[in-house]
């Protein structure tokens, strides 16, 4: 059966990817047909000398294994932000895509350049998405879940309004952070049931490997084609050898995700509490962050800005993040770090309140 | 003084890229800025657990140092064919783009995916490009150098006149294969003398890693800056640190460059010899391929197709590439292996002819 382009962007169904040289899995060829240097690299390994698999089959095996979905759901490139730009060309280039006012500030860098028309729509005055708002749009959407960066959950039967909602636009859900959301909040399930749904994840979160870009997508054969297409309209090999195989080695080790995931979500439970306690109005975090606001001042004392602090945590070598942007600009985003650096944290907060 | 954007294509000037988070070079600091994993990663070294640097400065800088020129005319990405996506999107799009009828057969496909009008100019009978077509065209120019499939190489006094005649149109000479070419081929030299002019080259050949996918471009701080803005429209981080590591050793490992790179000339001129005596038509090869038409028949006996070889090296064992393309079906392209595999390739042609 032919695979459905319906809900491909017109320029997409248009392409005529390039076609790179086979390579073949039968190491006993003479393989003179990639114009590949038959002499080892002076540094790495002397595998390095050929070109990767640029399907990244084993790697998108080892991600539909512990998925729950076959290895032809899944496409996998060069950290999520590859994975996403790329959808935007498959799915949004020349239409339109709905998301909230406050979210990953990559997306409308990815609809101008794309050529997609973004419309923000935004969130409640609680910082959650409203899925009624986005039952009867007339374009794609793309949601963070959690989101970023307030780190807030919505509930997957939300997640499933939307998609319903929409069977007729692409909607992607951008799980960079699920890992650290309570069980049961990840979309990959709904991908079965819903060819529009997309759903993305990375390997430089809860599995600790943001040094070596790898991100995937989740979702029907068709979406999955367009990503494909798109990829062979870029550049064919698009994920390293040493990344397919270090990356595939990691996702299968599933003990060291569990501990380190479940490490990060005690830390950021321990710290959500702390600085409620030192009077920050924090959000409910299903991310390897807090977003956080600052104490008010209390009894005629002066209090501090979200950017005051910043600066001052800065000039005792701790980093955190402040986006200059409305309604978010009272807070402060803290990623969670080990319980030690926490700590450091919380008493260097104390000292300056 | 502000870099000139006169070179860019509208829609990138037009861009406001993604700005990341901080990656500070001093380790001492508490860094909660990037939501990165504390701990390490299952498999791999811990640091993977740390985003790369996103401008590959080191990686950059051993270019630069083998290259002679400052690191700010440098940009390296994910291959030389994602900086050659990018460079389309950068200088081409919304814009016309001139090649040669027979070259790289991913140009015309980066030009359709980013709205580039492709216009070929045919070589001459020779397959040689004639710089004179190039001298008064309205639009941007790709020319790989050697050429591709062909191997041949155009003079430097050549590229110069094309760049000199175009300084209002951004000229990219794809140097993949220029280390095989003869010494003073380069146009590395000419990018400090025309703002116009970008080379772009690979580790995937002559460095022997094609499996880690580490290209860049050499240019204008204006070319270099369009570039850098395109990236930060895509993927922060494209390169990983494994990759920007390894490359960087590799790239300044001179003498086993120069080794490898000697033992391919010598290999591949060695197989032109060969394949003439055994009747095939081969055009000067400046690259680690050859190209090569078969004999035609003698004495009435039934001669080869290109397309037969190709099949009947395959049931041996020996993979090459065929392009079944306008002015070029009748000829095979041979990528340089080792001696030993050279031998094999004339022992099995000579069987066969």
Not at 171 to 187: H, L, Q, R, T
Not at 265 to 282: Q, Y
Request: net charge negative.
């Amino acid at each position: 059966m032919p695979i459905s382009t319906e809900l491909w962007s017109e320029r997409i169904k248009a392409q005529k990817p390039y076609i790179a040289g086979e390579q073949p899995k039968n190491s006993n060829l003479i393989k003179l047909n990639t114009n590949e240097n038959p002499y080892a690299p002076a540094a790495g390994d002397a595998l390095l000398r050929l070109y990767p698999d640029p399907d990244a089959a084993g790697l998108c095996a080892a991600i539909a294994e512990v998925s729950g979905v076959t290895p032809e759901r899944v496409f996998a490139g060069n950290g999520s932000d590859e994975v996403l730009a790329f959808a935007f060309i498959a799915f949004f280039g020349g239409g339109k895509v709905y998301a909230p006012d406050i979210t990953y500030s990559f997306y409308p860098v990815w609809a101008s350049l794309f050529g997609a028309e973004y419309i923000t729509i935004p969130l409640d005055a609680h910082f959650d998405i409203c899925a009624d708002d986005y039952l009867t749009l007339d374009g794609g959407v793309i949601l963070a879940n959690p989101n970023a960066p307030t780190g807030k959950v919505l509930p997957l039967r939300d997640v499933e309004r939307i998609v319903s909602a929409n069977p007729d636009r692409v909607v992607i859900i951008d799980e960079a952070y699920i890992d650290f959301a309570p069980d049961g909040s990840s979309a990959v399930p709904l991908t079965v049931k819903y060819p529009n749904l997309l759903v993305t994840q990375t390997a430089s979160k809860a599995y600790s490997l943001a040094g070596l870009r790898v991100g995937w997508a989740i979702g029907s054969e068709s979406l999955i084609a367009a990503l494909n297409t798109v990829k062979n309209c870029v550049n064919s090999y698009t994920i390293d050898r040493n990344a397919q195989e270090t990356a595939s080695e990691t996702i299968s080790a599933r003990a060291v995700f569990r501990r380190n995931t479940e490490r990060v979500i005690r830390a950021r439970d321990w710290t959500t509490a702390e600085l409620r306690r030192l009077g920050f109005s924090v959000l409910d975090s299903g991310a390897n962050f807090v977003f956080a606001k600052p104490p008010a001042p209390i009894h005629g004392e002066a209090g501090k800005s979200a950017s005051e602090l910043l600066q001052q945590l800065r000039e005792r070598g701790i980093l955190i993040r402040y986006f200059n942007l409305p309604r978010i600009d009272e807070y402060l985003r803290i990623s969670i770090g080990t319980s030690e650096q926490m700590k450091a944290l919380i008493s260097a907060l104390e000292e300056l309140l």
